[in-house]
């Protein structure tokens, strides 16, 4: 079966607070840990009313303190918004306290608008050309590959998992040449799925990490008893997405029925878009669209992504879809 592992956000709800989104999240590893999920993946967002995982390192250190077996890291850390020096020592500081669980998956986006720029006293679009040779320190600061002048402690001789995030040719690209396992965001950017994942695995260089190319994707996926359940859930979701693309971003809504064919055509049409890597519906809807999916990829695992209002409906989603694909 090809492995499956989970993509979240920390979503904070409509009327809840980042404490609740937070505790919601800790639930959300633990129940994944219990139904054998491989990963559990937080990304890095900031000045988002209805995102907590900016902090994500901090976020990364409680999980793996609620959990015990499930790899646990960044989906991923955008390296412009810090110094490779940084990062070494925090996701250090991680396999030190969770020895062989820590994925450390890299992004070249700072992760929010201009005004960020400001905030972190920093050149984003200048620190993301300088992404590959930032992405090469870090690698050597934690593996020692190459020599440098200082050592990062923690971080030095860390058992850290390297990935490459990318919604591009660019990351996979990187990747390729790097000899990293490589993850493409289709959850959220499908267009150039096919390309990234064939270039990807054409320049394929062996590195002492990995031999051979190896591909997670991301996609949508809600579970439920029913499809229309299933389909109503996705709302929440569907609606912070309309709204972040139309310049009004805010906390994750409650569903609605009937919220897509109300929505405009254009607004249906980029639904429509991100569905081609999605999933959603019942135990025997998702374990069509998951299958149909991998067999189009090729992908060695599969993350899924799909917040839901209710934090039980997405612990439920969860266990549906790992039902749905061991059958």
């Not at 986006?109 to 050149?123: C, S, V």
Request: aromatic share 6%; net charge negative; hydrophobic share 45%.
């Amino acid at each position: 079966m090809t492995a499956l592992s989970v993509l979240d956000l920390v979503p904070v709800r409509e009327g809840g607070t980042v404490a609740e989104a937070l505790q919601a999240a800790t639930e959300l590893a633990k129940a994944a840990e219990r139904c054998g999920y491989k990963r559990f993946w937080v990304a890095e967002h900031h000045a988002i009313d209805g995102i907590a995982g900016g902090a994500t390192s901090v976020v990364l250190a409680h999980l793996g303190n609620a959990t015990s077996t499930i790899r646990i890291g960044s989906g991923g850390i955008m390296l412009p918004n810090h110094t490779p020096f940084q990062i070494a020592e925090q996701f250090g500081t991680l396999d030190a306290l969770f020895p062989g669980r820590i994925d450390l998956g890299l992004g070249r986006a700072p992760g929010a608008g201009p005004e960020l720029q400001r905030a972190l006293r920093k050149n984003l679009h200048q620190a993301a050309e300088m992404f590959p040779q930032d992405v090469l320190e870090l690698r050597a600061l934690i593996t020692g590959d190459v020599e440098l002048p200082i050592h990062a402690t923690p971080g030095h001789g860390a058992n850290v998992e390297f990935w490459m995030l990318g919604s591009s040719l660019f990351g996979a690209q990187l990747a390729a040449r790097l000899g990293m396992p490589y993850a493409f965001a289709a959850h959220f950017a499908p267009d150039q799925l096919d390309d990234a994942l064939a270039l990807y695995r054409r320049d394929f260089q062996p590195s002492q990490q990995l031999d051979r190319p190896h591909v997670m994707v991301a996609m949508n996926v809600f579970a439920a008893e029913t499809d229309a359940e299933a389909e109503l859930l996705a709302t929440s979701q569907q609606q912070s997405f309309v709204r972040l693309r139309t310049g009004n971003p805010g906390k994750l809504p409650p569903p609605i029925e009937g919220y897509r064919e109300a929505l405009p055509a254009n607004a249906q049409a980029m639904l429509d878009h991100l569905g081609q890597a999605a999933a959603v519906g019942s135990v025997s809807t998702v374990r069509a669209k998951v299958a149909a999916f991998i067999e189009r990829t090729g992908a060695d695992e599969i993350i899924v992504s799909g917040a839901t209002f209710d934090p039980a409906a997405r612990i439920r989603s969860l266990e549906l879809t790992m039902e749905a694909m061991r059958r």
